[in-house]
């Protein structure tokens, strides 16, 4: 009966364990990263608040700069939009090893379908079409072979 | 009952290595189903690891002696409350408890619904449940604490006679809660690392974690001095004994940790520094559970050898390894913003006090790990005797007093030197005065020093603490009480007048008067200002034990002030005694009594005096301590200026 039992809590145990895994797969959402600490900066300072830098610059212990709330908020959405882009591009990253030698655009960070003359998602060009004809180049060409415009070393042109 | 346990712990731990890898799955994949899964397999760790706490509690208290851990830590004869306690006097215990820390505190850390999502805290959480994972693994096969006995018996060996004491009640929980919170740290840094997160945003979170660790410990570590002090035997609070100094060493790192991370938020810099120190700090965690249960070092605090200390100390290499690797894989995204422009500034102090407080540590962990070394290398261990460590950490602890009373005078960059130069001036002088005045009152240059330079650092960061709520009380328009009790929090500043209380303590032990004398009834002795007269010499039989308890009328001049009781425990199941000496304490000073022999005939005792001026400066100064970190992790809100910018720029007045 004890047996019986510890079989019967074993398999309850489990059942809540594993069932988030039995439900429909929900999408990926983005991570939602703490808030910047700091909203006071001042001279290379990162000050927790707007009371600590005035309590040091009252004590004669703070630079001669005045705090720019324009600019930490400016610094915190630059800050919060670089850290997503870098996690964008580790993702497509990740996903383009999946896809080994598919090209991804440079703008966004999509890989271009095989035919793709244009990122379908931010419009970018791909680099290997010629901006003037749209003629596709091999990787390594200096010159367009259809209108002759100069490409950069790397064929983007 | 003991069945039960055991498939619970193993059931712990096989969830405990699915929460590890779902979690790190979940994390690296970005799947919410199975970061819910590792999510709930850990709370499922917890509950497991909690049943088989309480299934070892009933055992205790049902005195099941067929189960070997029980017979080997109780007896029918043991007061209930030990009964209790011995739950974590063994190896065995001991771990199960650290495990349950760390199944806690996992849960509470990355397992609440506001914070889930996120990825480092599920990064942090395959962390903590791999390390779980490890302490169920040393539970489920060399500590085990539900194997039975071949033999059936009716009592067992009982608790140490001297871990019969209300000290065992608190230190050591408090201390394995300690070593447990700085799991939590560790584990946070290890995701960073690992899944690239930046480090600033996490910063205040790694911060507050660190607080608990570093007030656990710091208040086991005063506890475990408290109990030594009034054990006769242990050396008094401090003995610089292998297993305390272990302890003491991850102590402080973990407070150099601390002063690096203020850096590192206001500046931007240390970032791998900040790192290292937390992989460093959690490395000596593990270290010191290998002093406590290898073997390795002799110690009246060890719990005695077995194979588990070796695997602690192979996890502390691994964790050490693995820290290190990640840090020099990731040293391109961790440069600093910005450098230390000059030492005069609040970064160049905190700098100084990083080297000196990693320097204590090292000298410390090398005296302590020096015995093992040498047996090593030469066959024969060479202990170092108790002058090391006093020649070591006295200069390292007075620059450190010189730093603390400079710090109020710093500010972040250059601001310091461009700003007025009197209050750094001024506390020179202060300290100057302070140590000429009792160069001049007790005509000995080393104690001039010793009281000098802390009571000049307390009065130097009193007067900072009220400079601020004064300008806090401007700007803000709060009233006094307010303004003062919110800065209080701010930089610790209570913190630090209490370390400095305590050193103030530390420091009277310079001046300890003591006496060891043989008394009969009625005869009296002097000792410094006071007479001590024996009234009474009586002996109770209580079980297991017989015990004896001087009375002894404490007078100053012609005043009675006390009337002191010490004890005298001769245990049947120990030769040795167990003494516990009776105190009268003011804050002047402790006058500290205890037997350390009685006559066979029972009418004679020897007794030692002791005079501590100071001490109860050290446990109060322990206390104010933990009150200031606690205050520093109160949050608060968001605070509005009062007056207007422009009137900032003057300066409070």
């Not at chain 1, 060409?141 to 042109?157: E, I």
């Not at chain 2, 009337?563 to 500290?592: F, G």
Request: aromatic fraction near 8%.
């Amino acid at each position: 009966m004890i047996a019986l039992g510890i079989v019967v809590i074993l398999l309850l145990t489990m059942a809540y364990v594993l069932s988030p895994l039995l439900k429909m797969p929900a999408p990926a959402t983005a991570p939602v990263p703490p808030p910047l600490p700091s909203s006071c900066i001042v001279d290379g300072v990162y000050y927790g608040t707007h009371v600590e830098w005035a309590i040091e610059r009252a004590l004669g212990r703070a630079g001669e700069g005045e705090p720019d709330p324009e600019a930490a908020r400016q610094r915190a959405a630059l800050s919060t939009e670089l850290e997503q882009r870098v996690q964008q591009v580790r993702r497509q990253y990740r996903s383009a090893r999946v896809q080994k030698g598919r090209v991804l655009c440079v703008g966004c960070g999509k890989p271009y379908a095989a035919s793709d003359r244009y990122c379908s998602r931010c419009g970018e060009p791909h680099p290997r079409v010629c901006r003037r004809c749209g003629e596709r180049h091999r990787p390594g060409d200096c010159y367009c072979t259809a209108c002759g415009l100069p490409l950069p070393a790397g064929g983007r042109p | 009952m003991t069945d039960i346990g055991t498939v619970s712990l193993w059931l712990a731990l096989v969830f405990s290595i699915y929460a590890a890898v779902a979690a790190w799955l979940g994390a690296v994949g970005r799947r919410p189903a199975i970061l819910s899964s590792a999510r709930r397999s850990q709370q499922m760790v917890l509950a497991l690891v909690t049943l088989s706490v309480s299934l070892l509690l009933t055992l205790f208290l049902r005195y099941e002696f067929q189960v070997g851990y029980v017979f080997a830590h109780s007896s029918v004869s043991l007061a209930w409350p030990y009964t209790l306690v011995a739950l974590w006097s063994g190896q065995e215990g001991s771990l199960l408890l650290w495990a349950w820390f760390v199944a806690l505190l996992a849960c509470v850390a990355t397992c609440r619904r506001a914070v889930w999502g996120r990825l480092v805290e599920a990064g942090a959480l395959a962390t903590l449940a791999a390390f779980q994972g490890f302490l169920l693994l040393l539970l489920c096969t060399s500590l085990r604490p539900f194997v039975l006995l071949p033999a059936w018996a009716s009592d067992g060996l009982g608790l140490h006679p001297l871990l019969q004491s209300p000290g065992m009640l608190w230190h050591p929980p408090v201390t394995i809660l300690g070593y447990a919170a700085f799991s939590l740290p560790y584990a946070y840094s290890i995701s960073l690392l690992a899944l690239q997160q930046p480090q600033e945003r996490w910063a205040p979170v790694i911060r507050r974690w660190l607080f608990v660790g570093w007030g656990s410990l710091g208040l086991g570590l005063l506890l475990g001095a408290q109990w030594a002090y009034t054990e006769v035997g242990w050396g008094g609070y401090w003995s610089w004994d292998p297993v305390e100094n272990a302890t003491l060493a991850p102590w402080l790192v973990s407070t150099a940790l601390l002063h690096a991370t203020a850096v590192q938020q206001r500046r931007h810099m240390w970032r791998a520094w900040g790192l290292f120190l937390n992989v460093v700090c959690f490395t000596l965690i593990l270290l010191a559970a290998f002093v406590a249960r290898s073997g390795a070092v002799r110690s009246v605090h060890a719990y005695g050898a077995s194979s588990a200390g070796f695997a602690l100390l192979a996890a502390g290499g691994l964790t050490l390894l693995a820290g290190v690797y990640l840090i020099l894989r990731r040293a391109s995204s961790l440069r600093s913003e910005a450098m230390v422009e000059t030492v005069a500034s609040r970064e160049g102090l905190l700098l100084l006090v990083n080297l000196l407080l990693v320097g204590l540590a090292a000298a410390v962990l090398l005296g302590t790990l020096f015995p093992p070394i040498t047996q090593m290398l030469t066959g024969t261990p060479v202990v170092l005797a108790r002058s090391y460590y006093e020649h070591l950490t006295r200069p390292l602890g007075i620059a450190l007093l010189c730093l603390m009373i400079l710090a109020p005078a710093a500010g972040w960059r250059r601001a310091a030197l461009n700003g007025p130069i009197w209050p750094a001036a001024a506390l020179a002088g202060l300290a100057a005065v302070m140590g000429t005045a009792l160069l001049l009152r007790v005509g000995d240059i080393s104690l001039a020093i010793l009281f000098g330079l802390p009571a000049a650092g307390i009065v130097s960061h009193l007067a900072d603490l009220i400079r601020r709520a004064h300008a806090r009380r401007h700007l803000l328009s709060e009233n006094w009480i307010a303004a003062f009790m919110r800065t209080v929090r701010h930089q610790g500043g209570l913190v630090h007048v209490a370390a400095l209380l305590m050193v103030l303590g530390m420091a009277g032990g310079m001046l300890k008067v003591e006496a060891s004398v043989t008394l009969q009834r009625h005869q009296s002795f002097s000792l410094g200002p006071y007479q001590l007269r024996l009234a009474d010499l009586a002996t109770e039989a209580l079980p297991g034990r017989e015990r004896h308890i001087a009375t002894v009328d404490v007078s100053r001049g012609t005043r009675h002030i006390a009337t002191l009781k010490p004890e005298y425990d001769v245990h049947t199941a120990s030769t040795q005694p167990v003494a516990r000496a009776a105190l009268h304490r003011n804050l002047r000073e402790d006058l500290h009594l205890a037997v350390t022999g009685v006559s066979s005939d029972g009418n004679a005792v020897s007794v030692r005096a002791a005079v501590n001026p100071l001490m109860l400066w050290l446990w109060l100064g322990g206390a104010l301590m933990l009150l200031g970190a606690m205050a520093t992790l109160w949050p608060v809100g968001e605070q509005r200026l009062a007056v207007a910018k422009p009137a900032l720029k003057g300066g409070a007045t």
